[in-house]
């Protein structure tokens, strides 16, 4: 039923039949059928190259945000203000913990369906509230702030709290041309780099027995020793960083790249890349 019928059919997808299937499709047909299968294709060679799975597009388990990002102040007389994202999340517990307590006794089918259905409602709350309708409201009779709601806007996270201001593992340097970078790629400083990917640098030189602890590692990094930069090296692979531009006036004025590291203090951009952020080489700074 529902999403569970869609996860079961996912789960069957063989992507490597359909993309043979494709492959003699793309050469033995022309116009849009031709421009459809192409598509698919991409869609197809992009979940083999990434290792991804067509069943995880559908989420099974709900990550719940650290207890910082949803807080809960004590007021005057013992009272409690609460954010409404703890709302959210009960009502999603109440009717999981329903659900399973249903299922164990062995509820009828028509129960557990139903049941499901309210579990989904709540999660669909929890993402976005008032997408599918009527939203839930408060104790006051105000909407409750949903996921969504915390992210998108002038007041959301990013706006608000982020860009224009100055974060934890974020820097800013001059940009200049580097013309033998790859497309998807940035040179970050060294001493940028080593500071956005401090944790993971000080992470691994525990894991591999250089410090036998994390505040060594933390001096180790402070005296920038050798053995900080090769493992640098291997902390950046496959871990890309955004790059904005202001005024951020459109959606591809912040990009992921994957960094690659070079000597100096200027982040190198690929020229092709420019027109995107609206950037030159006379002293812009990202």
């Known amino acids: 039923m529902g999403a569970e019928a869609i996860l079961d059919i996912l789960k069957t997808v063989d992507l490597e039949r359909i ?27 992009a979940f083999r190259r990434s290792g991804n799975k067509p069943e995880w597009m559908v989420m099974t388990s709900l990550p719940v945000l650290p207890p910082d990002l949803r807080p809960m102040v004590q007021l005057d007389g013992g009272r409690f203000a609460t954010s409404d994202l703890n709302d959210l999340y009960r009502r999603v517990i109440n009717r999981n913990n329903r659900l399973r307590r249903l299922l164990e006794l062995g ?28 939203a839930i409201v408060g104790s006051h009779n105000h909407k409750l702030k949903s996921l969504s709601d915390l992210l998108r806007g002038k007041q959301g996270r990013f706006r608000q709290n982020l860009l224009g201001k100055r974060v934890d593992y974020g820097g800013r340097s001059v940009i200049v041309v580097g013309p033998s970078l790859r ?59 955004m790059l904005n531009r202001a005024p951020t006036l459109h959606r591809l004025g912040i990009q992921a790249f ?29």
């Open 107 to 134: 509820a009828p089918e028509i129960i557990i369906r139903n049941e499901k259905r309210m579990l989904q409602e709540a999660v669909d709350d929890l993402i976005d509230n008032g997408r599918r309708g009527r």
């Open 19 to 45: 993309s043979q299937e494709l492959e003699i499709e793309i050469r033995t047909t022309s116009g849009q059928k031709r421009k459809r299968a192409i598509k698919r294709a991409r869609v197809i060679e």
């Open 258 to 286: 994957m960094p690659t590291l070079v000597e100096g203090s200027a982040i190198q951009l690929h020229p092709l890349v420019c027109a995107a952020f609206n950037a030159d080489f006379d002293g812009d700074q990202m």
């Open 183 to 241: 497309l998807h790629q940035c040179g970050l400083p060294k001493k940028m780099a080593l500071e956005l990917f401090k944790p993971f640098v000080m992470n691994r030189l525990v894991v591999q027995g250089f410090a036998h602890n994390i505040k060594s590692a933390k001096r180790m990094v402070e005296r920038e020793r050798p053995e900080v930069w090769d493992i640098l090296e291997e902390v950046i692979q496959g871990r890309p960083v």
